[in-house]
């Protein structure tokens, strides 16, 4: 590589970020691979770490400085690691970083031929991360059907009690009830369709399905708990938002982990799960119309 001198002063101020972002993201890479039992995603962490200190190592040459990660960074993305897994915590990093389409363009034109070393190595991490295989991200489809299902139902469910109950405990009850059934109901059932297609993770998909499910249904009822008896148009309110939460916590962690569109999904699971408690708030308050019940 040739030495480049004279050097701009914000071309200099950019290779300094960025040899502290390499240099921080390896030993984000390296805390992350400590950590993981598979032996073949431990490899590929630790190659991708070892990329990243070569591309410190390049940018050296340039800034003659040595560069210290930031603790923050790393403490904060190896947690994110250990709570919502690796592939997340990773790729959540590569969207941070702060270097840009528009700082590469300042440093190709003092010096390409380092860029070009960058890019290509760049390109490799890229193919290093697509081979990673974490086995939350296997069983999303099943934490999908566990959260979707019971965001429609206990939603719908609880819209539909409201007017027709007019207390935050007897439709907290119910909600409980309801939800347990449920989730009892659609493990099982999940269970059952995972073996008829002769899988060997039935169980393990179940597992997912139903936690999921049974989490969901404690969010949503927990309003009702919490506010008193007659404020069950401030529990409602508030089990909207949650809902709305939910579904926006779990779509933005898709879209991260898998590279998935956030809108459209956010969308689609938005409109469906508010959509139904509108129409069984409606039914609710027919059913209770035309058969006089009140508690």
């Known amino acids: 590589m040739k030495e480049v001198k004279n050097l701009t002063y914000e071309t200099k101020e950019i290779l300094e970020i960025v040899q502290k972002e390499e240099i921080t993201a390896y030993h984000i890479y390296k805390n992350i691979a400590k950590k ?11 190659n991708i770490a070892n990329d990243e200190k070569k591309h410190s190592a390049i940018w050296m040459k340039y800034t003659h400085k040595d560069a210290s990660p930031s603790k923050l960074k790393v403490f904060w ?109 659609m493990a099982s059932s999940d269970y059952l369709a995972s073996k ?18 049974i989490i969901t249904v404690l969010l949503l009822v927990l309003p009702f708990l919490i506010f008193n008896d007659s404020e069950y148009i401030l529990a409602t309110i508030v089990m909207i938002l949650t809902t709305l939460l939910i579904i926006t916590a779990f779509n933005y962690y898709i ?16 409109s469906i799960s508010i959509g139904v408690s509108f129409i069984a708030f409606i039914i609710g308050v027919a059913i209770k119309h035309f058969l006089g019940i009140s508690i």
């Open 196 to 213: 008829s297609e002769g899988r060997d993770d039935a169980a393990k998909s179940a597992t997912y399905t139903g936690i999921s499910y």
């Open 77 to 185: 993305y190896t947690l994110v690691s250990r709570i919502l897994g690796f592939t997340f915590a990773i790729k959540l990093m590569e969207r941070s970083e702060e270097i840009s389409a528009k700082h590469y363009s300042i440093i190709s034109k003092e010096i390409p031929e380092a860029l070009k070393i960058i890019q290509e190595e760049e390109r490799h991490e890229d193919e290093l991360i697509a081979m990673l295989d974490e086995e939350k991200l296997k069983y999303v489809g099943s934490i999908v059907l566990g959260l979707n299902d019971a965001l429609v139902e206990i939603t719908g469910t609880l819209a539909g009690l409201i007017l027709a109950i007019q207390n935050t405990k007897i439709i907290a009850l119910l909600g409980l009830v309801t939800g347990i059934s449920a989730t009892i109901s």
């Open 255 to 270: 879209s991260v982990a898998q590279d998935a569109p956030f809108k459209r999904r956010f969308l689609e699971m938005a």
């Open 36 to 46: 993981i039992k598979s032996e073949s995603n431990k490899k590929i962490l630790e």
